[in-house]
């Protein structure tokens, strides 16, 4: 059964939100630090100033409630997600696949443009923002897959498109595995290419592998805690909006283009997402859970490279484990291509699904 849904943040939630932010009990620095040590305290302090004096939950309540969303329960976990239909009813559906630490909301400025080409089901992972926490183990990306496959089932869609970025990226792409006559392409805006020996590559390409391999060797601090302690560190992202907003908004600098200017109060409300909900700990999970993400994809696959992404992709390595039939490289843009420059990704979206029914 999918039943429609309608974010109603109770006050006493906002209120203790606002009353936490108020009494944060704030960390020492060393000086002049910069960003050696972690996430500068002046950036969290201005950011944290402007979550509790200046930032407008209810105003952005209401601008995702004006998107028609809807709640389903699959496998035994509830999915939550936005559809969006198109005035064309011809239109290709296309699933819209968000990451980590994004939400739903990380493609509100695309919703529009794409939805005059295509009919749009944009899902909450389950473990992130508004599909609450998993209850169960084995929610990987695999798992997630199937239980968007079931959804797009039961909205009675039968041939359609998936794209992502980051986690959206290996859930599109398992996707078109787990449901390969339904999928009809995959486009996706971030592609780990693993080393592969005796390819020859160019010298650009080298130096996006030698950055891929030095990412591999010394994996981030974030990517090691989810990946071995999602439990333990959501304690203290569940209990401190602020860790929360350190934990999120420090990604939202780094892997952004710093010219793309990314508006603090959407990097809020996804922050605000995951503080409201509870999914700090559940949504880290999912680097637990996945492991390594096979490459087991045989759908076209269309790839839009942003310059400022956290590695870029190798096309010989991408075009040995994939079908590769659309590859666009892009001078802006970074990890989160939706909210920085949707005009390149609703652009590149578009030419790659032309024609496909």
Excluded at 24 to 37: F, I, K, N, Q, V
Excluded at 48 to 58: S, V
Excluded at 69 to 78: A, I, L, P, S
Excluded at 215 to 235: F, I, K, N
Aim: negative net charge; contains cysteine; charged residues 25%.
């Amino acid at each position: 059964m999918i039943t429609p849904f309608t974010l109603d943040v109770p006050q006493a939630e906002l209120d203790d939100l606002t009353d936490r932010l108020a009494r944060t009990r704030w960390p020492e620095e060393l000086p002049e630090a910069g960003s050696d040590y972690g996430f500068p305290l002046s950036e969290v302090r201005a950011l944290a100033d402007r979550w509790l004096n200046g930032y407008d939950w209810r105003r952005h309540e209401a601008e995702l409630n004006a998107l028609p969303q809807f709640t389903t329960e699959v496998d035994g976990q509830r999915v939550h997600f936005l559809h969006v239909r198109s005035a064309a009813e011809d239109a290709l559906p296309l699933v819209l696949v968000h990451g980590w630490p994004g939400s739903v909301w990380e493609f509100s400025d695309v919703i529009g443009p794409l939805s005059r080409d295509f009919h749009l089901v944009i899902p909450s992972i389950p473990g992130f923002g508004l599909s609450g926490p998993t209850t169960s183990r084995g929610w990987d990306i695999h798992r997630v897959a199937r239980a968007f496959t079931e959804v797009m089932s039961r909205l009675g869609y039968r041939r359609y498109g998936t794209q992502g970025g980051d986690w959206g990226s290996g859930i599109a792409r398992a996707m078109a595995a787990a449901a390969p006559g339904n999928v009809v392409a995959v486009h996706v805006n971030y592609l780990p290419t693993p080393p592969v020996e005796g390819v020859e590559l160019s010298e650009e390409d080298g130096r996006r592998l030698d950055r891929i391999k030095a990412v591999m060797r010394d994996r981030p601090g974030y990517q090691v805690l989810h990946a071995t302690r999602p439990q333990t560190v959501s304690y203290a992202l569940t209990d401190s909006p602020v860790g929360q907003l350190a934990w999120i908004a420090e990604k939202f600098a780094e892997w952004a283009d710093p010219a793309s200017g990314i508006d603090v109060d959407r990097v809020l409300t996804n922050v605000t997402l995951y503080w409201l909900t509870g999914t700090a700990g559940s949504s880290a999970r999912l680097a637990r859970e996945t492991g390594i993400v096979a490459n087991d994809c045989a759908a076209p696959l269309g790839v839009a490279v942003f310059a400022h992404d956290i590695v870029l992709p190798v096309r010989p390595l991408a075009e040995r484990a994939y079908r590769v039939e659309h590859w666009s490289e892009f001078a802006r843009g970074g990890h989160f291509a939706a909210m920085e420059v949707p005009e390149l990704l609703v652009g590149d979206i578009r030419t790659f699904f032309a024609g496909r029914e």
